[in-house]
């Protein structure tokens, strides 16, 4: 089972997807160990990034298992 262009190509996209939901997770400590920073429970990092990177897995799935045409 070859992977054909259109395959690699969702293969990279979902890689990209992936990619950009775990930047999504990115940020929210503290500079002062003392403080507890609330900011680290938003909706993008609790909520947006593990749809998106689900998302991203999904698309891989997709481009492994389905067979293209030439």
Not at 7 to 27: A, E, P, Q, T
Not at 34 to 51: L, S
Request: no cysteine.
């Amino acid at each position: 089972m070859a992977i054909t262009p259109k395959g690699l190509r969702l293969l990279l996209i979902g890689l990209i997807v992936m990619i950009s939901g775990y930047i999504l997770m990115v940020g929210g400590g503290s500079d002062n160990p003392e403080v507890f920073n609330y900011a680290m429970f938003d909706f993008r990092r609790m909520v947006a990034a593990p749809i998106v990177i689900i998302l991203g897995i999904v698309i891989e799935v997709v481009a492994i298992m389905r067979v293209f045409k030439k």
